[in-house]
Structures are given as structure tokens and as C-alpha cells.
């Protein structure tokens, strides 16, 4: 069985720091791994995803996301967080076996105060 | 390009009574899915579809029906509503190879007093 842990509902920078939003998985075979965004009553937004190859991706609003296979991890980070970073991020995982279905974490809830 | 819409945005339900939940895409993908997302608990998948006539049981379909219509519609039924199913719904569509991503609906948020 997949899954996908999200160690902290919630993350608190301050404007301007970097941030780093944590997400381990846990899967059988080559993991195919997201990054999305949900704003206040809105649905999800795509971010980021790793596929194969570099193991740093980059993604939409300056946010990037480094791959560790050792570690089976794939941490959210951006350099200079900004007040309107804030929201609720998800981390998923897919592979090729069962029917490609996402599994999602529970969500990290980020603030940005200025 | 209006992506994944789903219909109706909130809901209010007496236990007991039924609704549909619709979701239509214009993406032409092939697998989509229903997804009830409760406070600290993420998104759950409650079944999907992953090609045109043909439906799953994902993690928590107890109390829920679904149709895939055609490709682009698939709806989520409620035969008898429950208070446990007060919930806010997405639906969402992708292609079918795993490397791709996923497209959300805004959302319905249910409430069943």
C-alpha cells in the first residue's frame, strides 16, 4: 500500500524567511510525487511534481521541491516566503501499479506573517 | 477553458434525503474522481473512474453511489444522507499514466442536519 506523511499541520514564517513544508511517502516501485495548493474554499492547485531525472524540480509562484530517494522524501521549499504563500499544502504520490490513484497527506497548513 | 466544474457549490440535506453531485471536465481525460475532504483528514477517495464505463471503490464509498455518464461526466449520488456525510466534495480528472497531474473541481460543501 502507498502512503504519504505530512509531519506538520502547521508551518508558521515570517515573511521574507524561506520555507520548508515536509513530506515523506512510502511506496512499491518508482514513485511519481506532487505538490498542491488549496486557497480558502477553493480546490486544489497543481504545483509541482517530480517525474524522473533531476532530483530539484521547480514549479509555479517560485516554489521548489527536492527529491531524496534515500530518505523517500520531497520537501516543498521557497526561498522568500511571501504573505500570500499562505494556504494549505498537500503532497500526493502515484505509481504505475494501482489503477495510478493518488494518495494524498493530511495537509500542512502554512502562515506567512508579515 | 473552464477545466473540472462541479455543481452545486453548497448543499443542505435533511438526514434521509438524496441529492446528485455533478461533475463534468473538458480536458478530454480519461480517469476521474471523487474526493470528500474533512478537517485533518485530507482528501479520501470515495471512487473513481478510471476510463469511460467503468467505476471503483476507492478508500470510503460506504453511503455513496457514482456514474461515469460519458468521458467527460461523472457524478456522485447519496441515497440516504447521513450527518457523517457532511463533508466538502471534489471531484477531479486526469490523464490515465501516472506522471501526470491532477485537475480539481471548486468544491461542494454539503451539509446534512
Known amino acids: 500500500a502507498q502512503s504519504v506523511a505530512q509531519p506538520e499541520d502547521q508551518v508558521n514564517v515570517a515573511e521574507g524567511n524561506p520555507l520548508t513544508v515536509k513530506c515523506t511517502y512510502s511506496?512499491?516501485?518508482?514513485?511519481?510525487l506532487f505538490w498542491y495548493v488549496q486557497y480558502p474554499n477553493r480546490g486544489l492547485q497543481f504545483l509541482l511534481k517530480?517525474?524522473?531525472?533531476?532530483?530539484l524540480v521547480k514549479g509555479s509562484y517560485g516554489f521548489e521541491a527536492e527529491f531524496n530517494k534515500s530518505q523517500t522524501s520531497f520537501h516543498l521549499k521557497k526561498p522568500s516566503a511571501l504573505v500570500s504563500d499562505s494556504a494549505l499544502y498537500f503532497c500526493?504520490?502515484?505509481?504505475?501499479?494501482?489503477?495510478?490513484?493518488?494518495?494524498f497527506g493530511d495537509g500542512t497548513t502554512l502562515t506567512v506573517k508579515p | 477553458n473552464a477545466g473540472v466544474t462541479q455543481t452545486p457549490k453548497f448543499q443542505v440535506l435533511k438526514t434521509g434525503q438524496s441529492m446528485t453531485l455533478q461533475c463534468a471536465q473538458d480536458?478530454?481525460?480519461?480517469?476521474m474522481y471523487w474526493y470528500r475532504q474533512d478537517p485533518g483528514m485530507g482528501l479520501r477517495l470515495i471512487y473513481y473512474s478510471a476510463s469511460e464505463g467503468t467505476t471503483d471503490k476507492g478508500e470510503v464509498p460506504n453511503g455513496y453511489n457514482v456514474s461515469r455518464l460519458n468521458k467527460r461526466e461523472f457524478s456522485l449520488r447519496l441515497e440516504s444522507a447521513a450527518p457523517s456525510q457532511t463533508s466538502v466534495y471534489f471531484c477531479?480528472?486526469?490523464?490515465?499514466?501516472?506522471?501526470?497531474?491532477?485537475?480539481f473541481g471548486q468544491g461542494t460543501r454539503l451539509t446534512v442536519v
Open positions: 517530480y517525474i524522473t531525472g533531476d532530483n
Open positions: 480536458m478530454n481525460h480519461n480517469s
Open positions: 500526493a504520490v502515484r505509481v504505475n501499479t494501482n489503477a495510478g490513484k493518488s494518495t
Open positions: 511506496v512499491s516501485g518508482n514513485p511519481y
Open positions: 477531479a480528472s486526469s490523464e490515465a499514466t501516472p506522471n501526470t497531474e491532477a485537475f
